[in-house]
C-alpha cells in the first residue's frame, strides 16, 4: 500500500505508470461520440425508462381497482 | 572553573564499516547512529545523490504528464453537446413511485438487483441484508450481519447468493436457500479479507469469483470457494469507494473510483492499471459502465457527475449544475444510455440527459440522502435506496 512505500518508491511507481498510459491508443472524441450517439438512438425505442411500459405488460401495474361488483 | 568545555569522544566501532575509529554521535530522526567521520561524509553525499534521483524523478513525471495532457488535447476535437445537437429531444418524463420497501431500521448503504429483474438485496447500518420481492414488496429472506454500516452487498448471478460486507473488513457470501426457516447466518463463508472497510464488492460473471474494493486503497479478486486471492489492484493512494465490472461482451476491465479523486480502469488478468482520469475534485462516490462498454460515467463529492470516453481516453461531458451543491452518491444509466440517474445528498434524484449534458427531471420523495441507485436488469424500473431507510422502485409512466 502506498503508506508503506518511500516517496521515491513512490514516485517510481506513478512514473512506471505514466509511461505506460502515454502509450495507449486513442481515438478522436468526434469518431467516439459520433458512434455512441448512433448507438444510443439505435437503443432508445427499446429502453423502458424513456418509453414507458404497457399496463398489460407492467408487472408494478397490478390489482389496483379490480372490484367486480355483482 | 567551567571554562573549558571537552567534546567527548568515543571510541569503538562504527556502524557501517565496522572498524574501530573515532565515532560521531548523531542523531538522525531520534535514532542514534554512531559512524565514524569517513562514513559519515560518505552517507551525507549518498542522501544528495538519492535527493537528486528524487528531484530527477519528479521532473521526469512531469513532463509525462505534460505529454499525456497534450495527447488527450489532440483529440479533442468537439464536444459531445455539439455532437448531440442534431439528436432528438427528449420528450417529458414522468417518474412514478411504484413501490416503497419499508423494514429496514437505520439508514440504506447498498442494494443490488437479482438478474430474474424481480428481487433486490439491501444492506444497511444496523447489520441488516434484506432480500426482497420488489413486484409483492415481501421480505424473502434477512440476515443480521456481525457488524454494523455494512456498505456493500451484491446478488449473485445465478441468484442463488448474495455477498455483503463492510466495516468487518471482510466479504461473505451467503447461500440463499428456499427453506423459510433455515439459518443463513450458518452456511455464510467469509471470502474477502481486507486491512479496512470493504467499500464495494460484485460477482464477476460466474457466481464462483468477487471483485472487491476497500478502504485500505485496494481492490481484489477473490475465488468463492477457497476464499484465494486470486489478483489483486494497487494504484490508488487513498480509499477506493467504489467499482463496476465491465459489461460482459466487452471484456475483462472494471473501474474504481477513490478518495483520491482518480477513477482508474483495470485489466482483471494482469492487475495493470490501464487508464487513469482525475478530473474530479473530489472523492468518487460512483463508477458505472456505460452499456455499450466504450465509456463509464462518475458521481463525486463536488457535486458533478462526469462521463468519461474510454477510446478517447477524456472525460467527454460534465453533468452539473450551479443550483446542486450536494454531492452526488450514486449513478446508474438507463438500458439504451440516453438517461442518467443520479442520487444526491440533498434527498433528491436527477435524471440527466446524457448526450445533451441537460437535466431532464428531478425527482423527490426520499426523505434523507440518496446513497444507491440501480437500474433493473431488464430497464424497466430503478430503484433507489436511501438513509430514510427505504427503498423505491420508481417506472416511467
Redo the contacts between chains.
Keep these: 500500500m502506498a503508506r508503506d512505500m518511500s516517496d521515491k518508491e513512490i514516485l517510481q511507481m506513478e512514473l512506471d505508470q505514466l509511461k505506460i498510459e502515454v502509450s495507449t491508443t486513442r481515438t478522436a472524441v468526434s469518431v467516439n461520440c459520433k458512434e455512441t450517439m448512433e448507438w444510443v438512438e439505435a437503443q432508445t425505442e427499446g429502453d423502458p425508462l424513456i418509453k414507458g411500459v404497457s399496463d398489460d405488460k407492467n408487472p408494478y401495474k397490478g390489482d389496483k381497482g379490480g372490484c367486480i361488483i355483482t | 572553573m567551567c571554562d573549558q568545555t571537552f567534546l567527548a569522544i568515543t571510541f569503538g566501532p562504527c556502524d557501517s564499516c565496522s572498524e574501530n575509529r573515532p565515532l560521531m554521535n548523531l542523531y538522525i530522526k531520534t535514532e542514534p547512529i554512531n559512524y565514524c567521520s569517513l562514513c559519515m561524509e560518505i552517507m551525507a553525499c549518498q542522501g544528495l545523490a538519492?535527493g537528486e534521483?528524487?528531484k530527477s524523478?519528479?521532473a521526469?513525471?512531469e513532463t509525462?504528464?505534460k505529454?499525456?495532457e497534450e495527447?488527450?488535447k489532440k483529440?479533442?476535437?468537439?464536444?459531445?453537446e455539439k455532437?448531440?445537437e442534431?439528436?432528438?429531444a427528449?420528450?417529458e418524463?414522468n417518474m412514478k413511485t411504484?413501490?416503497t420497501l419499508k423494514g429496514h431500521g437505520n439508514k440504506v448503504l447498498c442494494m443490488d438487483w437479482c438478474k430474474d429483474k424481480?428481487r433486490i438485496v439491501s444492506s444497511s447500518q444496523d447489520g441488516k441484508v434484506i432480500v426482497w420481492d420488489?413486484?409483492t414488496t415481501n421480505k424473502e429472506h434477512a440476515v443480521t450481519m456481525p457488524t454494523t454500516w455494512v456498505m456493500a452487498c451484491a446478488y449473485a448471478p445465478s441468484g442463488c447468493a448474495i455477498a455483503c460486507g463492510g466495516l468487518d473488513n471482510k466479504c461473505s457470501v451467503y447461500p440463499l436457500s428456499l427453506d423459510k426457516d433455515e439459518n443463513l447466518s450458518a452456511k455464510k463463508k467469509s471470502v474477502a479479507m481486507h486491512?479496512n472497510y470493504l467499500s464495494g464488492c460484485t460477482f464477476t460473471n460466474s457466481d464462483m469469483q468477487i471483485l472487491t474494493s476497500s478502504g485500505?486503497?485496494?481492490s481484489a479478486l477473490w475465488d468463492v470457494e477457497s476464499g484465494q486471492l486470486l489478483q489483486s489492484f494497487?494504484?490508488?493512494?487513498a480509499d477506493v469507494l467504489t467499482l463496476d465490472l465491465a459489461p460482459s461482451e466487452t471484456g475483462n476491465t472494471f473501474v474504481s473510483g477513490g478518495s483520491d479523486k482518480k477513477a482508474n480502469v483495470w485489466d482483471l488478468r494482469s492487475g495493470?492499471?490501464?487508464?487513469?482520469f482525475d478530473t474530479h475534485d473530489s472523492d468518487i462516490n460512483c463508477v458505472k459502465y456505460?452499456?455499450?462498454g466504450?465509456?463509464f460515467a462518475s458521481a463525486s463529492d463536488d457535486s458533478t457527475c462526469r462521463l468519461f470516453?474510454l477510446?478517447?481516453?477524456?472525460e467527454?461531458s460534465i453533468y452539473s449544475k450551479d443550483s446542486i451543491i450536494f454531492g452526488a452518491a450514486s449513478v446508474d444509466f438507463?438500458?439504451?444510455?440516453?438517461?442518467l440517474f443520479a442520487g444526491y445528498n440533498d434527498y433528491t434524484i436527477n435524471v440527466w440527459d446524457?448526450?445533451k449534458g441537460t437535466r431532464v427531471a428531478i425527482l423527490f420523495g426520499h426523505e434523507n440522502r440518496v446513497s444507491s441507485l440501480r437500474?433493473s436488469p431488464?430497464?424497466?424500473?430503478?430503484c433507489s435506496g436511501s438513509w430514510d431507510n427505504t427503498l423505491r422502485?420508481r417506472?416511467?409512466?
Design positions: 538519492s534521483t528524487l524523478l519528479k521526469e513525471s509525462l504528464r505529454k499525456l495527447e488527450r483529440l479533442h476535437d468537439v464536444e459531445l455532437v448531440a442534431k439528436a432528438e427528449l420528450g418524463l411504484r413501490r424481480r420488489a413486484f486491512t485500505d486503497g485496494t494497487h494504484g490508488h493512494s495493470q492499471n490501464v487508464q487513469s456505460y452499456p455499450s466504450d465509456a470516453d477510446r478517447a481516453d477524456r467527454v438507463s438500458l439504451s444510455g440516453r438517461l446524457v448526450l437500474v431488464d430497464g424497466t424500473a430503478f422502485v417506472q416511467e409512466g
